[in-house]
């Protein structure tokens, strides 16, 4: 065998490699790369649900502490939750907190995001993604799912399920983040 046919299996052999890397990480990439706590948040893109929509992506938010909550409008646990991430919003919100609700409702039910926003009066950001682009990019298991980011854009907390976010853990958590010397209160 020459050097030349030698040098040509090994480079079959590097490129059946690299294809194969490829492919594992394209059908594999949720088991290879988890949306967890510890990992980037990853990007995502939103419209808001105003009279003029406009698409919002995670870098609009880059050097804040922000919660993300992924979310539909006949979701039960969902209408539960929301009143204390309301509470925790307002409680934080002015020392730098911002609260993402992303409705995940079809196209079609665009009003009924509306209406519901307004009928628990949440003043927090929400935005629509009928697609589900966030909840596939998230990995999202069931709703709602809530994502705690720190100022850095890595995922602190991950919470599947309607959870209190005025309890004393979750308060502590944001104070920790948003840099409050008050957070063993």
Partial sequence: MTARQQWLIVAAIVAFLGLTLAAATHFLGDELFPVSVGSAAPDFRAVTVDATPRTKTL?????RVLLVNVWATWCEPCRVEMPSIERLYREFGPAGLQVVAISVDPASAKQAVRDFAKELG????ILHDPDKSVAASYQITGYP???VIGREGTIRKKFIGAADWSSPENRALVR???GDSTASR
């Fill in 176 to 178: 920790e983040l948003l």
């Fill in 59 to 63: 870098a609009e938010y880059k050097g």
């Fill in 145 to 147: 799912e809530t994502f």
């Fill in 122 to 125: 949440l003043t927090f950001e």
